[in-house]
DNA sequence: ATTGGCAGTCCGGCACGACGAGTGCCAGGC
DNA sequence: GCCTGGCACTCGTCGTGCCGGACTGCCAAT
């Protein structure tokens, strides 16, 4: 059993090797910390974590190094994170300012807290599928070709051109668009596609094959627009983190621009939109995330509908300042799509 | 004065440095290659290479490799490209098929010619200026908001929000709608911004600052659309390239994710619509790149307009394949994107 | 102009030893 | 029962010296 001097041996030890980059030993650990006990007591104490498999020394006889299952245990014993210091709150207030268009508001929030935590940062984009269909416009381009834009009311935007094959006047494609939108306008994305499915029938038999094309294009469009999307800023900050990756950085890289992965970690990692979640080294060994862990908070758009973002960095990180941030991005990031 | 055999040479020792990433010899030139000469003599040749600073020794008496210069050189020797092969052909036709959205398709692109060339690949947006509108939407989003979506005829879409504090009635909408596209239809969007701002003037007064506000939020989306943006993949294949970046691949991930520094960088090579041009290492000094080269093609859409693609990647890379590939990707998207 | 030979230079790897940091353990003190 | 000081031991690191190998540069001969 870990006692409680124990457990602050741990908190110094992962906060040491944090800022210092370099396995921490009894003797440094009480010449830097008050304990009021000597060097051998902790070593005692050490052991004992080490048992654990909560730390582990990288060589015989060298200082210790957090274990991923003991960065968990420091993470969850985080009670409170270290809150913002003024200037990052400033940070936070200028940079997500005003913005209108929902990849903009991204795009900037992405950014900043890539610079906030001196990681890679990744954004979802709010997940489609509770969204509800606000508008449907339809646009003639000519030569038989026509563009369907879906407009939901989380503010996503997509548009897809579809090919005819056959020219049809402007009142008809009133008519289609006045249709279209009756039927789906207001309703989510999940019921939307089943809802289009009867349209065509509803048309003169000459028109219908037009409809029918028109509503298959919808209707990839909305399965297409569930797909998740992630962006992600800070990249070079993978690098400059030295040697953490132990030099092989490419499985990180590849997961990044995959996206896949990280969006189904994303997924996995339970949220709710209040509190940061980690998940640390072996724990995303399936994703091919090893070496790394990821912090994660859920934000909301105006509905209840959750996505989520986060960063992603070596697992020795500094978690209270970097988790802190992730909730004050994430918070504040809620606050702005409330109120448009 | 460099002679006809010593260009060979050079060409060699660009080839097996590129192959083998050590530092080449005169005994492992002769060996290698059938020159009908005597190691000695390369000997003589080499002294003279480095002479004009077209390949340098890393260390007193050890293998040459080549320098800016000499890879310079040897691109511009660099007659006939090596032609892809059957299956990389395929690949391109395979993946490139049949796309309907211009994201859709630049997506697709990038992603091939990282993978062909197992490089960085960037394709740039069609630059906007001297594309057309073709379509102007309006679209009520209740609550005095309305959508502002812009339709070019380069197939991009570009939409934002703009808050106009009163609610008007569609009617009104409509013969907006009918007088923006009377006005900038068809014409360039460099063209666009001028032609709008008499517009307001045409309605109403108390209709004409509702007006105002939706020319002003048209004419910053005209502005902000041609800001030129850059899509990019493959970045995983920097750092798969060994230790080519010398350990400070940093400045190189962070002027791929600032792209400022790349469309900087693509807007000054010289580029026609046929040629593949090349820049390399200390060329890109300005742009934090100087251990990189970059090839680059144009590429056109439906008009004359010309966008840029390449990839980029260390010195040490296959010039001959890569530009071979560049070039056929430009020329697959330039014929897929004129058929649409 | 080309060649073979030879001396000189430098890198990389390896073994060796000194040093320092850190541990594990034990006997003794509170 | 917990803590402490001390001591032996283990390793990793760093500097040194040494050797083999791979080149080059130069020169005299062809």
Do not use: C, W
């Not at 416009?137 to 996503?156: A, F, K, N, Y």
């Not at 080294?281 to 994703?287: I, L, P, T, V, Y």
């Not at 990180?317 to 799509?337: C, G, P």
Request: charged letters at 20%; hydrophobic letters at 45%.
């Amino acid at each position: 059993m870990v006692s409680e001097r124990g457990l602050e041996v741990l908190r110094v030890i992962v906060h040491d090797y944090v800022a210092s980059r370099e396995p921490v030993g009894s003797k440094s650990i009480v010449e830097r910390h008050q304990f009021g006990v000597s060097a051998a007591t902790i070593r005692n104490d050490m052991a004992l974590l080490e048992e654990e498999e909560l730390i582990a020394a990288p060589h015989t006889s060298s200082g210790r190094v957090p274990t991923d299952k003991g960065y968990r245990l420091f993470v969850n014993q985080l009670a409170d994170l270290r809150p913002l210091s003024a200037a990052q709150r400033q940070a936070i207030e200028t940079f997500l300012g005003d913005s209108t268009d929902l990849d903009e508001v991204l795009g900037r929030t992405v950014r900043l807290l890539s610079q906030l935590t001196n990681q890679v940062a990744l954004v979802q984009y709010p997940t489609f599928s509770r969204a509800r269909v606000r508008h449907v416009e339809l646009v003639s381009l000519g030569d038989g070709r026509v563009m369907t834009v879906l407009i939901t009311d989380s503010g996503q935007v997509e548009q897809r051109v579809v090919d005819i094959r056959t020219t049809v006047d402007e009142s008809f494609l009133s008519e289609l668009r006045a249709a279209i939108n009756a039927v789906i306008g207001g309703r989510p994305l999940g019921e939307a596609s089943a809802a289009l499915a009867d349209l065509p029938a509803r048309f003169r038999p000459d028109l219908a094959a037009v409809v029918g094309v028109v509503v298959a294009s919808l209707t990839e469009q909305i399965a297409a627009g569930r797909q998740d999307r992630l962006v992600m800023a800070g990249a070079a900050n993978l690098v400059r983190t030295g040697d953490d990756f132990s030099g092989d950085l490419y499985p990180v890289l590849e997961a990044i621009e995959e996206q896949v992965a990280l969006l189904r970690l994303f997924g996995e990692m339970q949220l709710d939109a209040v509190d940061v979640a980690a998940s640390i080294g072996r724990e995303n060994a399936s994703f091919g995330l090893s070496q790394a862990s990821v912090l994660a908070s859920g934000y909301s758009t105006q509905g209840s509908e959750v996505a989520r973002l986060g960063v992603l960095g070596p697992m020795r990180m500094d978690y209270s300042t970097n988790m802190a941030a992730v909730r004050a991005v994430a918070r504040y990031l809620s606050s702005l799509l409330a109120e448009r």
